[in-house]
């Protein structure tokens, strides 16, 4: 059974910084590539960022770029995505998702609440 399980959300001013992470069991994490979405009210899920399988490509959203950070620990099975300079359109619900086109699975998290506000 994969679960994925984040982490890290909460409530922080504009211009601040949090770290949410995902561990992930029941699957062969290596072979995934992990991903970070979010979803605010109204809105759509977007993708924020991506990370390789082999760690070899990372990839953003422009509305992130420069300002967020995807990393993964394969020994881990965990995936982490660093957030600076947030902003209040940031705020959303945080989903972590783990892709493997190969075999055409994908699982999603529960997500995690992150509001930026004063």
């Known amino acids: 059974q994969v679960q994925l399980v984040e982490s890290g959300g909460g409530l922080v001013q504009p211009g601040g910084s949090l770290r949410l992470s995902c561990a992930a069991s029941?699957?062969?994490?290596?072979?995934?590539?992990m991903s970070w979405y979010r979803q605010a009210p109204g809105q759509e899920r977007e993708r924020v960022a991506t990370?390789?399988?082999?760690?070899?490509?990372?990839n953003y959203a422009d509305s992130v770029k420069g300002r967020f950070t995807i990393s993964r620990d394969n020994a881990e099975n965990t995936v982490y995505l660093q957030m600076n300079s947030l902003k209040p359109e940031d705020t959303a619900v945080y989903y972590c998702?783990?892709?493997?086109?190969?075999?055409?699975?994908?699982?999603w998290g529960q997500g995690t609440q992150v509001t930026v506000s004063s």
């Open positions: 998702n783990a892709a493997n086109t190969y075999i055409r699975a994908n699982f």
């Open positions: 990370i390789s399988s082999g760690m070899l490509s990372t």
């Open positions: 029941g699957l062969t994490f290596s072979r995934y590539a």
